[in-house]
């Protein structure tokens, strides 16, 4: 079994920053991938970042240029760093990752959220 914890979520004014931090823990072999997701009230949960084994990364349109997606590979740890924050990034942020487990088998495994909420 894999559990994933997310931390970091809060209250930031518009223009602030926060970064948010998680970690896979449990049966792990090997992690491949980790990604953060937001969902906001009313919308569909949407990639917000993710970063493979091999480095690369991905970002979504609307938070492109401000925010870093960065990853601990001896931890399992990946971690999201934003900047600018505007009130339409409020939402619960989740975590995401996959790999394989100790018994080879495949994993796709998601933390319970991290609120966060950008308000004056």
């Known amino acids: 079994q894999v559990h994933v914890v997310e931390s970091g979520g809060g209250l930031v004014q518009p223009g602030g920053s926060l970064t948010l931090s998680c970690t896979a823990s449990?049966?792990?072999?090997?992690?491949?991938?980790m990604g953060w997701y937001r969902q906001a009230p009313g919308k569909q949960r949407e990639l917000v970042a993710d970063?493979?084994?091999?480095?690369?990364?991905n970002y979504a349109d609307s938070v492109k240029g401000r925010s870093t997606i960065s990853r601990d590979n001896a931890q399992n740890t990946v971690y999201l760093q934003m900047n600018s924050l505007k009130p339409e990034d409020t939402a619960v942020y989740y975590c995401n990752v996959k790999g394989a487990n100790t018994e080879l088998q495949a994993f796709d495994s998601w933390g319970q959220g991290t609120q966060v909420t950008v308000s004056s």
């Open positions: 449990g049966k792990i072999f090997r992690v491949i991938g």
């Open positions: 970063t493979n084994s091999g480095g690369g990364t």
